[in-house]
C-alpha cells in the first residue's frame, strides 16, 4: 500500500489523517496516511526514516517547515521563495519539497468563498511563518495594495522589503496617521490560538470589509468575535486546509480530489 504521513509537534490535533484518507477513498485510491509525532531535533533522521521504509511522500506541519525545506533536494518555486515546505514527495529517488499553503490560500477565496483579490486593499496581520507563506501568492493575483501589520513592527519591516519584487506591499503600525481602509483582512498571528482579545482600530474597516482568519476552531474565536461584533463577513481557515491538503495530495497522485459539503461537515464535527 502507498505510504503517506504528516510530520508535526504536537500532532493529535492534526485533521490531515481524515482529510487524506477521505479524498484517497473518493478517488479509489489505496493508500496510508499516518500522523507522525517528530522529534525536535530529530526530524531528518525520522523523515529520511519514513522515505527508507517506503514513504512516498508526506506533509509537514509546526514546527518542521523550515526543516523540510532543508531537507528538500529540490524545491519549487514557492518553495524557494518562502523558504518553506509542506509537502515533501519522492520522485524517482529525489527528495522533492513544494508549499501548498498559499495556493491553498488563494483557491479558498476565489473557488469557495468566490472572492477575488485583485484591485482590493488588504492587510494582513501577522509577520510570522504563517504570514510569510500566502504573501507571495496574494501579491500574484495583484491586490491595489498590501500592508503588513505586526505587534514587532520590525518582523513586518523584514517581511514587505523581502516581498516588494513581487509587488505593492508596506508594513505599517496599529496606529498609523495615514487614513487606511481595508477590503479583507487576513488574520495570521496566534493571538486566537492563545485565547487574547482582539482589536483594530476603526479606520481599518468598512461595512463591506471581509474578514478571514487562517486558523480554525477554537482558535479562530478571537478574530471571529471581533468581525462579528462589527458586523463584518468572517471566514475561517478550514477551507484553505482543505485546498492545501488538495494540492499536496495532486503532487502525490495527480489525481485532484473533489472537496465536498460531507468532508466539511465532518471535519467541523472535529472541531
Ligand atoms: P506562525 O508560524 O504560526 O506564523 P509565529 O511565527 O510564532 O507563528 O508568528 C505568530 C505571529 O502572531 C507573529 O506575527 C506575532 O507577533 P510578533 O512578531 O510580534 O511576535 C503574532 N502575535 C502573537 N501573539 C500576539 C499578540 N498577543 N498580539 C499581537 N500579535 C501577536
Redesign the pocket.
Known amino acids: 500500500m502507498k505510504k503517506y504521513a504528516v510530520f508535526g509537534n504536537p500532532i493529535k490535533h492534526s485533521m490531515s489523517p481524515l482529510i487524506h484518507s477521505y479524498f484517497a477513498k473518493s478517488l479509489n485510491i489505496e493508500l496510508s496516511y499516518e500522523p507522525i509525532l517528530g522529534s525536535l531535533d530529530k526530524f531528518e533522521t525520522e523523515a529520511e526514516k519514513f522515505l527508507k521504509n517506503g514513504g512516498l511522500g508526506f506533509n509537514i506541519t ?1 514546527p518542521f517547515k523550515q526543516d523540510a525545506f532543508n531537507f528538500a533536494e529540490i524545491k519549487s518555486d514557492i518553495a524557494m521563495i518562502t523558504g518553506s515546505v509542506n509537502t515533501i514527495s519522492l520522485k524517482g529517488g529525489v527528495i522533492h519539497g513544494d508549499n501548498t499553503d498559499g495556493s491553498g490560500f488563494i483557491k479558498d477565496l476565489k473557488n469557495n468563498i468566490k472572492y477575488e483579490v485583485t484591485n482590493k486593499k488588504i492587510l494582513i496581520l ?6 510569510m507563506g500566502v504573501i507571495p501568492n496574494v501579491l500574484s493575483e495583484e491586490p491595489s495594495e498590501l500592508k503588513i501589520c ?3 513592527f520590525s ?1 513586518a519591516q523584514i517581511l514587505s522589503k523581502k516581498f516588494s519584487s513581487f509587488g505593492d506591499v508596506d508594513a505599517i503600525t496599529m496606529d498609523s496617521q495615514k487614513k487606511l481602509q481595508f477590503d479583507l483582512i487576513i488574520n ?4 486566537g490560538i ?1 485565547n ?1 482579545k482582539f482589536d483594530l482600530p476603526n479606520n481599518f474597516f468598512k461595512k463591506e470589509t471581509v474578514c478571514y482568519d487562517m486558523s480554525y476552531g477554537k482558535a479562530a474565536n478571537s478574530f471571529m468575535n471581533w468581525a462579528k461584533k462589527n458586523n463584518l463577513k468572517f471566514y475561517n481557515g478550514l477551507g484553505m486546509l482543505l485546498e492545501q491538503a488538495a494540492d499536496s495530495f495532486y503532487i502525490w497522485e495527480q489525481k485532484r480530489p473533489l472537496i465536498t459539503d460531507e468532508l466539511r461537515s465532518i471535519l467541523n464535527k472535529q472541531l
Open positions: 509546526l501577522g509577520a510570522g511563518g504563517a504570514a505586526n505587534r514587532t518582523k495570521a498571528t496566534s493571538i492563545n487574547l
